[in-house]
Nanobody, 120 residues
């Protein structure tokens, strides 16, 4: 079992930055693929970024590539999402997810989300 808690969301102007954090419980954090997803009002949840066990493999949605950076600190059981040059269309609830598989198509564990609002 993995318990995930996101933090760092808030209100920011377009062009600004935020860093989201996701703290995970459990002693096997380093063996989980970690992902970030988001869901905007009236839209389906979408993939944002993912990072492999050791942090050397990262994956991004085209919409955030070059602006967002995912990273992890296995000693602190935490995964981060640095979001730069934010746009109003980045407004959404952002969710952290974890899965023990290397390249999961679905994730077993989810946090409750943190709201990110980007004003124009």
């Amino acid at each position: 079992q993995v318990h995930l808690v996101e933090s760092g969301g808030g209100l920011v102007q377009a062009g600004g930055s935020l860093r989201l954090s996701c703290a995970a419980s459990g002693r096997t954090f380093s063996t989980y693929t970690m992902g970030w997803f988001r869901q905007a009002p009236g839209k389906e949840r979408e993939f944002v970024a993912a990072i492999g066990w050791g942090g050397d493999s990262t994956y991004y949605a085209d919409s955030v590539k070059g602006r967002f950076t995912i990273s992890r600190d296995n000693a602190e059981n935490t995964v981060y999402l640095q979001m730069n040059t934010l746009k109003p269309e980045d407004t959404a609830v952002y969710y952290c997810a974890a899965d023990p598989r290397r390249l999961p198509l679905t994730y077993d564990y989810w946090g409750h989300g943190t709201q990110v609002t980007v004003s124009s």
